[in-house]
Nanobody
């Protein structure tokens, strides 16, 4: 098993930036592909970005492409999401998740989840 803990959320104005972190413990971090999902009030949990075990390739939802950057540091057992040019529609609880070495884009496919971190973008 792997345990995941997100941090770095907060309140930011439109156009601002935040960097989220996901710290992993338990099994060897480098064997897992890692994902970010988000869930806004009243909406389904949606895919944001994913990164392969070694740090590449990376994948993004169209809504965040060009603004968000996913990365990882396997030596620190940590994944990151750099979010720039934030918009009010980015407001959501952001979750990191994994299951195996494979990448998925649907929440139901993932087994291990963090508790989430709130991101609020004010207009």
């Amino acid at each position: 098993q792997v345990q995941l803990v997100e941090s770095g959320g907060g309140l930011v104005q439109t156009g601002g930036s935040l960097r989220l972190s996901c710290a992993a413990s338990g099994r060897t971090f480098s064997i897992y592909a890692m994902h970010w999902f988000r869930q806004a009030p009243g909406k389904e949990r949606e895919f944001v970005a994913a990164i392969a075990r070694s740090g590449g390739p990376t994948y993004y939802a169209d809504s965040v492409k060009g603004r968000f950057t996913i990365s990882r540091d396997n030596a620190k057992n940590t994944m990151y999401l750099q979010m720039n040019s934030l918009k009010p529609e980015d407001t959501a609880v952001y979750y990191c998740a994994t299951r195996s070495s494979f990448i998925y884009n649907t929440a139901r496919s993932l087994d291990y989840w963090g508790q989430g971190t709130q991101v609020t973008v004010s207009s």
